[in-house]
């Protein structure tokens, strides 16, 4: 019965392991018909403990990485997307995708 406990107990850590949460934003907002250059960057996170630790600087790397890409320094449309990827409820680890439109 002890054995059965603790195989279930594993097997329920194990199948909630690597859970992922995503949150979105639009920090600006363009009408559709906005022509320009589409650019993108993907920022990697520093990994988190028990969502008290989450990287500081993800947001301003990606925004930083955008420009870099926008000869004009002209971004309108900057969408972001963080992921979240949680193991064990214990250690997360972050990527922030985000999108603009270079005028």
């Keep these: 019965m002890k054995k059965l406990i603790a195989l279930t107990l594993f097997t329920g850590l194990l199948a909630m392991s690597g859970c992922v949460f995503i949150e979105s934003s639009s920090i600006s907002d363009s009408p559709r018909g906005t022509a320009g250059t589409v650019v993108n960057v993907t ?16 947001t301003s790397k990606a925004n930083t990485d955008l420009l870099a890409q926008c000869q004009s320094g002209r971004l309108s449309n900057v969408q972001t997307q963080l992921s979240v990827r949680d193991w064990f409820w214990i250690v997360q680890v972050y990527k922030l995708r985000a999108t603009a439109v270079c005028q």
């Design 43 to 58: 920022e990697q996170g520093d990994l988190g403990v028990l969502h008290l630790v989450a990287p500081a600087d993800l």
